[in-house]
């Protein structure tokens, strides 16, 4: 189902769907020594390798360290910077609304709102911040995840999770997209509209603002 696009504002996962951790997570892992040569250089591959070592706290404690030491060091998917660059051109309102704990549940403390919130100003159009500070949402939970994209009222939320844009709490009335890189939910159902790339989304969300006027 195709939804209007007039007085589009749209909503933003971070964490997957913004961020691409894939070589973070490898190049830090490697330097730890935590992964032979011939591990993927994934996040996905990582994990799934120090999980079958036996290693799921030193999983657990490496995303710590990633999300806030070392968030500085994670890239932006690649058309993600371009399609925000876009709409703050355009006068199309972005609202991120993500979730991550505050803090690392193993190791050393960090403030991971805090870390997420320094990547986002490091991105700059015409000297402005590519998102205003006052629409950079970071929750706790995905319940108040859900609750804070119906507070935003936005028409569209973009998010790498169907278990978000299919929950029975999703807000009615907002068009949820899949951003599925991957290609691991070609199961995710007809309600979403399935994009593998953000040149993808851009377009999609260009043609529709378009078509409104």
């Not at 830090?28 to 290693?55: D, H, S, Y």
């Not at 995840?145 to 299919?166: S, Y």
Request: negative net charge.
């Amino acid at each position: 189902m195709r939804f209007a696009f007039s007085s589009m504002h749209i909503g933003i996962d971070f964490d997957n769907t913004i961020v691409s951790y894939d070589s973070v997570f490898h190049r830090v892992a490697t330097e730890r020594g935590l992964v032979p040569p011939g591990v993927a250089p994934t996040k996905l591959e990582v994990r799934n390798w120090l999980r079958a070592a036996g290693q799921e706290d030193v999983w657990t404690e490496l995303q710590g360290y990633v999300y806030g030491a070392r968030m500085s060091d994670a890239d932006a998917y690649p058309g993600a910077i371009a399609f925000f660059r876009w709409a703050r051109k355009t006068g199309v309102p972005v609202s991120i609304i993500s979730h991550r704990t505050r803090e690392p549940f193993l190791g050393p403390r960090y403030d991971l709102h805090e870390a997420a919130r320094t990547w986002v100003k490091t991105f700059l159009c015409d000297g402005a911040p590519l998102v205003p500070p006052e629409r950079v949402h970071f929750e706790t939970t995905k319940e108040t995840k859900l609750r804070r994209i119906g507070e935003a009222v936005v028409t569209h939320f973009i998010d790498d999770l169907p278990e978000i844009l299919l929950a029975d709490s999703f807000p009615t009335g907002v068009e949820p997209i899949l951003f599925d890189p991957d290609g691991h939910h070609v199961d995710a159902g007809s309600a979403l509209f399935r994009a593998r790339s953000w040149d993808e989304i851009h377009q999609y969300v260009a043609a529709g603002w378009k078509a409104a006027f």
